[in-house]
């Protein structure tokens, strides 16, 4: 059975291949190229595809590794169905988010604690997801060039999608990240 990375997928640093040159995903999809920490290509997959040995539950994408013991495949996972009825700012934030668990580590990190049998603190789960917001608000702004108005669009996605107790969590750091009151925390 293969291990996998278990960071939350609730929602691509400027990690991406090239910054704000968009290659296609292996789906054709056109995603953002993304690498992890280590400069291996991250892959675009859905959470059906045969070709990946998958088995789990992907709300709207997921920063994985496909592996038994070592760490290799860095992979994006997403549900197809999420594509189809999301507004294109919350697609750029989900995907920029999750590239943003392997470009810093943060995947391999959850990886090996899951790897070993450590359990991460909620606290750290949480610290780790905010990592992944405020960069890939700074994203929003800084790469793609969305302005405050498409973070409202955003909030009002992220709130019909999760429930309000995450999305308070999880929007003051979005909105912090994207007016640049919170520097990036890499």
Not at 27 to 44: H, K, L, N
Not at 57 to 64: I, K, L, Q
Not at 92 to 100: K, R
Not at 122 to 142: I, W
Request: some cysteine; hydrophobic content about 35%.
């Amino acid at each position: 059975m293969n291990k996998l990375a278990t960071t939350a997928a609730i929602a691509l640093t400027n990690m991406f291949i090239g910054h704000a040159a968009f290659a296609d995903g292996s789906d054709g999809s056109g995603f953002p190229a993304c690498s992890d920490d280590r400069g291996e290509t991250v892959t675009y997959h859905s959470e059906d595809d045969p070709t990946i040995d998958y088995k789990g539950m992907v709300m709207y994408a997921g920063a994985r590794y496909l592996d038994l013991d070592t760490i290799s495949t860095p992979v994006i996972i997403y549900d197809e169905s999420f594509l189809d009825g999301a507004p294109q700012v919350m697609l750029d934030f989900t995907m920029a988010h999750e590239c943003f668990h392997l470009s810093s580590g943060d995947a391999r990190y959850a990886y090996e604690a899951d790897l070993t049998g450590v359990s991460m603190s909620g606290d750290e789960k949480f610290r780790l997801e905010n990592r992944a917001n405020c960069s890939a608000a700074h994203d929003l702004r800084d790469i793609w060039g969305y302005k405050p108005e498409d973070v409202s669009v955003l909030e009002s996605e992220m709130r019909a999608r999760m429930s309000n107790r995450h999305a308070n969590k999880f929007m003051p750091i979005i909105q912090s990240c994207f007016k640049n009151e919170t520097p990036r925390p890499y």
